[in-house]
């Protein structure tokens, strides 16, 4: 893609060009500045300037007298929201990833316009303000600027309201527009159900709340929330997946209200130049990734074993990752600037020392939802806290457009939820066990107030660790850290270590692993025969445990009986809300 960008009225200094290091939404960095080849700087009379490189991210111009035009071409051939996508099919553009901007300019508007490759007929969506022509657009200021991705190529449009609100949804697909439409019918039950939660939708500044899809065979997989808008890629089409992109649809749109303007104050304003650290990720993803399931559930496109297993998941991920007592959830937050789609080329132990703050943060939703509706009798829920959030956080807004005037710290959510619960000591003992220690909720006695049973996936079944076994060149090794303290790890195997008998047969592969643990009980010991790393024999005996994995399922179809209360509990956490 070729790129101009004339900088005006810049007096005397240097102009210092960036390319950002940060993207709206991520939290990791990245080298956008890799893909920017053939700059030139230009005057105003069309003179060329001489640049010159601080630093692998930026160009600085110098002498130009007032007004610089710098030009450049960028390479992007990644669908996803986070990069840029530029080939025949369309231009994909998320903006720290193809635009240049200056230090020191960032209150100022820009103009954009698009021109399409010869003989296209290529349409634009996006949450920038529509400008004079159908292809140029304005925004405020540079923040917003770069939190306003752009689709350029064969769209194909649709919109619905809400009250006073006006939703678009473009996409980009190979599939149908009978597909289409289905699915745009489904993403408005989500809006609305969404928007019973809060009360009321944000207003969008420019009008309108655009979703920006591209459900193509050469996307990536992702979700990205913006202020106005999102943008959804992935591989699947509608019509073989439409259960995983409304699920994309449901997190997403609710960071509309959770992070877009119910914002921590550790993200606002975004640093363009390196990662924000947050530790209320847990609340801003992970609040967003306990509702996004819930709310298909309530708008009817989930059924009940489903939320069942999300739920499973959720509470799996706090109750067995062993990096609990590592890190609290306030903690795991601020490691997403490693583990948001980093990836990193040396080993890393975060498979027993990282729990996922979406899913930490998720089960920490769930146990919160639950007590507050356990200790109230169902007067007070989650649904209440995220309103009062928003009354005080989000809803003020900002005084200039993409910022926020009110964002929180973590000692304002636990204020929040001291308000909504009534109870000081309650929200100060939450915060202190669940999100800034290192408990466990009881989620059995709390999943039982609505009729859902949690239990052993497989009780009964020995089990020796969830390792992760490959067979290569005839030859079976552990291909992956052995899970932190399971019967494997306390027997002394490690990564890489050669498999070669198991409780006395040869092993070839993971399925003799697994015909071994059949035939076995919980507390047997068995020997294992293996060659480290450096090429030495060891034997070593294996006290094997009971498989720990959970699952969640309905209190009806695990023999028992849905009493009247637990049902009406059920209703009002699961059931359709009133929307206006
Ligand atoms: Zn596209
Ligand atoms: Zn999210």
Redesign the pocket.
Known sequence: MQVEASFTELGTAPLELRMSRSSPGRYSVHDFAKNVYDVHAFTDDGRELPTTRPDPYGWNVSGHGGGVTVKYKIYGDR?DGTYL?IDT??A?INMPAAIMWAHGLDDRPATLTFLPPAGTRWQIATQLHPGSTPLEFTAPNLQYLMDSPV?F?P?AMRQFSVGSRTFRFSL?HTGTDADLDAAVKDVERIVREEGAIYGEFPDYEPGTYTFLA?Y?PYASGDGMEHRNSTVMTGRASLRSDRQGLLDTVAHEFFHCWNVERIRPRSLEPFDLERANMSGELWLAEGFTQYFGPLVLQRAGLEDLSGTARTVAGLVEAVTLGPGRQLRSAEEMSRMAPFVDDGRPIDRTNWSSTVISYYQFGGAIALALDLTLRDRSDGRITLDDFMRAMWRVHGKPGGTREGYVDRPYTIDDAEARLAEVSGDRGFARDFFARYIQGHDVADYTRLLMRAGLVLRKRQAGRAWWGDLQIETRNGSTHVAALVPFKSPAYNAGLEQDDELRDLDGGRVGSSDDVDAVLRRHKPGDRIQVTFVDRTGTPKTAGVTLAEDPHLDVVPVESAGGRLTPAQKLFRESWLGPKKID
């Open positions: 669908v996508a099919t369309h994909h689709e190529g769209i980009h591209d193509l």
